[in-house]
């Protein structure tokens, strides 16, 4: 197995650790190889909170709708006085509002109920490797990959104040599997930011995950984390490579992990105006 790592980043996004990876047998092209029909599925599916990604993504999707509305009255009216109506709002004053044209929603309250307390004896590059690999080498590599990838995720979602939140990981995967599945630039800075505030307030709408363990919680947030590498890397050799069989290999890949995780139509995200849309 001939291996060699390179480091790129991505605009203003995350800062990632590829790796572009040739193997001698040609496995690595063929996301078949990795579990393609049952492994992802079975490693993603051994936490509880697999199953309620369809309440999250459907929360997550009215949250960027109100996100939306917000910038236009922002846009419209400036920063100021979508604060006031926000701050207006949420108290339980009866008073006239400052500017009743500005129609607006109470300001979220702030739970983070994605946090979780991370236990080191958690090993998801194991469980991965052992889901995905079939042979000693592919499991050497999936398990290196993974540890790359978290690594360089960790020491950004670090700087960005979202460590150990699964609304980071979820928006690490988001935007791994959207740029994999349309092939295309990797969105910027301020989209991914509001992405990640969107998804934040939604895990706090859903009960289900102010009671779920720390384990499930980091599980599946090491996990998508681990699907984003995987991804990544695959997309990167194909596109080293200008192999049309590889990158439509990890598109069909890239869908597949969209519609189980988020449970819904990869067509569905999409990059407008430098925005991440969820229809």
């Known amino acids: 197995m001939k291996m060699k790592n390179y480091k790129k980043r991505a605009a203003l996004t995350f800062a990632f650790v590829f790796l572009s990876v040739g193997v001698a047998n040609g496995q690595w092209n063929s996301p078949n190889a990795y579990g393609y029909s049952t492994g992802y599925g079975t490693v993603y599916g051994s936490y509880g909170l697999a199953s309620t990604m369809q309440s999250m993504y459907n929360v997550a999707r009215a949250q960027s709708q109100r996100t939306a509305a917000r910038n236009a009255n922002v846009k419209k009216w400036g920063l100021a006085a979508v604060e006031r109506a926000e701050r207006e709002a949420g108290s339980r004053s009866t008073a006239r509002p400052s500017n009743p044209q500005i129609v607006v929603s109470p300001p979220p309250v702030v739970r983070n109920h994605g946090v979780f ?68 630039e990797m969105p910027g800075d301020e989209a991914v930011n509001t992405y990640y505030k969107v998804v934040n307030a939604a895990l706090d709408e859903i009960p289900e995950f102010a009671a779920a363990s720390n384990k499930d919680k980091q599980g599946l947030n090491n996990t998508l984390v681990g699907f984003g590498g995987l991804l990544l890397a695959g997309h990167a050799e194909g596109k080293q490579n200008n192999d049309a069989e590889t990158l439509s290999g990890y ?29």
């Open 251 to 279: 598109k069909k890949l890239a869908g597949m992990l969209i519609e189980m995780v988020l449970k819904t139509d990869p067509e569905n995200l999409r990059i407008e105006n430098g925005h991440i849309v969820m229809n």
């Open 117 to 184: 307390r991370p236990d080191p004896k958690v090993d998801t590059g194991k469980a991965l490797s052992d889901a995905l690999g079939g042979t000693p080498e592919e499991k050497a590599l999936i398990k290196l990959i993974y540890a790359t990838t978290k690594t360089a995720y960790d020491k950004e979602a670090a700087l960005r104040g979202w460590k150990n939140n699964i609304a980071a990981g979820l928006t690490f995967f988001t935007v791994a599997a959207m740029t994999v599945y349309h092939n295309a």
